[in-house]
């Protein structure tokens, strides 16, 4: 006769949600968080390509920022919190560059006037007569929406750095524009 054999009972398992309140990011909780990441995602975004780009952008910015991270508190809501802001962040830069292209082109008519077309071209003169590192900068927080603290990471200067040296180029770059803008005569066609 053949006697059965024993196997050991497997450990118990805790639950999904108990998994889910550790303070490690592990590849077991990166798994369990990921659908619900891109869930909601998706309903921030309403676009499955935009929905994965910014799951992608958390979780590079959460592994970057680990070792910064307070101790305390769930990955979860730590991962979602970032989820959130990145999609906050996502949405002023796209109103920002959508202002932007408004401004230079003209977009809310469906033909410029001259006037229009004289600022747009001024302002842009004024913009190529500034300084190399004051164009940079400006572009740099302006059009491409990054913080402060990127561009002083960016340039290793402090953050209050950054800002009045913005402020000197956002000065310069209005007294340009005003003084070209007076100086612009527009031809009268017959």
Same mark, same amino acid.
């Given at each position: ?14 639950? %999904? ?5 550790? %303070?490690?990011? $592990? ?30 952008? =958390?979780?590079?910015?959460?592994? =970057? ?6 101790? %305390? ?12 802001? +990145? ?29 229009? +077309?004289?600022?747009?071209? $001024? ?8 300084? %190399?590192? +004051? ?11 990054? $913080? ?12 209050? =750095?950054?800002? $009045? ?14 003084? +070209? ?10």
């Amino acid at each position: 006769m053949i006697q059965p054999v024993r196997l050991p009972l497997p450990e118990p398992v805790s639950s %999904e949600d108990d998994a889910l309140q550790t %303070e490690e990011l $592990s590849d077991a909780v990166l798994r369990l968080l990921l659908p619900r990441l891109r869930r909601f995602a998706l309903r921030l975004a309403r676009d499955p390509a935009s929905a994965d780009d910014l799951v992608q952008a =958390t979780l590079e910015r959460a592994l =970057t920022r680990w070792p910064g991270r307070r101790p %305390e508190g769930n990955v979860r809501a730590w991962l979602f919190t970032i989820l959130y802001r +990145q999609f906050l962040d996502s949405q002023r830069r796209g109103r920002r560059y959508a202002r932007l292209l408004e401004w230079f082109s003209g977009a809310d008519s469906a033909a410029p006037s001259a006037e229009r +077309q004289v600022l747009a071209r $001024s302002s842009l003169d004024a913009f190529e007569r500034l300084p %190399e590192a +004051q164009r940079t900068l400006l572009w740099l927080v302006s059009v491409e929406g990054l $913080s402060y603290k990127a561009v002083a990471d960016l340039f290793d200067i402090p953050a209050g =750095t950054v800002m $009045s040296r913005l402020s000197r180029a956002r000065r310069a770059l209005r007294d340009l524009n005003e003084g +070209q803008t007076v100086a612009a005569h527009l031809r009268i066609l017959k």
